[in-house]
């Protein structure tokens, strides 16, 4: 037999009440009941917890010990319980989420606002980086989720990636660009100018290395290097950059007003916008409910 929690209960509540059928009351068990579970407590430690009196029962030397360590042992795993519980309900926890590329904040920012705004009491943190940085992290429980292009994840069969919808390619550049005035654009007129990479794309994921690579440009690097996409546009308003841009929405529409958009000449292969974890590490019921927004806001 061994002692479990409902039995230190009872055996506090008696000392608390100072007498079984008090005790049994406040348990809404029956007083044979409670007089078995003590007697089964007191053989298993071998030792009397109660002196019985003609009316209700007196702690012993031996009991009182006990008694003050269960309160300690309750108190803990009450403790413990209702912080669990709390866990479960979104009333505490941490969310811990990575961009790979950081300028896919954009695509998520509605969805976060409205998490931040359901669960005011989960902590969460944003980080920004590269596919080669941010795996190891998934799988090391650094991280709770990378949001950002399904390709680049690929490589870790420890990690599953949900694939939420297709991203279409565009080339941005400012609303009265020089390219503007070329009857034909081309690779080789594009790459005349300044052009914009996201910093947290390392060089052997760079599509568009790639591209001009293969175009013959092998010297050819990024001009500027940035996640922030409001910096990005701020950059191609007031200089000649151009920069490859992806949008869920073919039609570009709330750039269009503002820019010049290019069809995708360099040939940039579709991306896909995805949701990765460790296939290897449960989910925290703050990560699930945001898995779960995330799947009803940007899932085909």
């Known amino acids: 037999m061994s002692i479990d929690l409902r039995k230190m209960r009872q055996i506090v509540e008696v000392a608390r009440s100072e007498g079984i059928t008090l005790a ?3 348990l809404s068990i029956t007083q044979s009941a409670l007089t078995r579970s003590v007697a089964d407590v007191e053989a298993e430690l071998g030792i009397l917890l109660f002196q019985r ?6 702690v012993t030397d031996a009991g009182r010990d006990f008694i ?36 896919f904040q954009k695509f998520f920012s509605e969805i976060l606002v409205k998490y931040a705004r359901d669960y005011p009491r989960i902590s969460v943190e944003f980080f920004s980086g590269s596919a080669e940085n ?5 799988l090391s429980g650094e991280l709770d989720l990378v949001l950002g292009a399904a390709r680049q994840f690929s490589r870790w069969p420890e990690l599953e990636v949900l694939t939420l919808r297709d991203l279409h390619c565009k080339i941005l550049g400012r609303k009265d660009h020089p390219l503007l005035n070329c009857s ?9 100018y300044p052009w914009i990479q996201a910093s947290s794309i390392e060089p052997i994921d760079s599509d568009l290395l790639r591209i001009l690579n293969k175009h013959g440009h092998t010297q050819i ?15 191609i308003r007031n200089t000649d950059a151009v920069s490859p841009v992806f949008n869920t ?10 820019f010049m958009l290019l069809d995708n000449i360099l040939e940039m292969p579709t991306h896909a916008l995805a949701v990765t974890h460790s296939r290897s590490r449960a989910l925290s019921p703050s990560a699930s409910e945001f898995m779960r927004m995330v799947k009803n806001g940007l899932q085909k």
């Open 184 to 192: 034909n654009i081309t690779i080789d007129e594009l790459v005349k």
């Open 249 to 258: 929405n073919p039609g570009f529409d709330h750039l269009k007003d503002q």
């Open 24 to 26: 049994a009351h406040n």
């Open 221 to 235: 690097k990024p001009h500027y290097l940035c996640d922030d996409f409001s910096l990005v546009k701020d950059i």
């Open 53 to 58: 009196l003609p009316r209700g029962v007196r």
């Open 134 to 138: 941010q795996a190891p992290q998934l």
């Open 68 to 103: 003050k360590s269960a309160r300690r042992i309750l108190g803990d795993f009450d403790e413990l319980v209702g912080s669990i519980k709390d866990y479960r309900d979104f009333n505490t926890g941490k969310l811990r989420i990575g961009f790979s590329p950081g300028a």
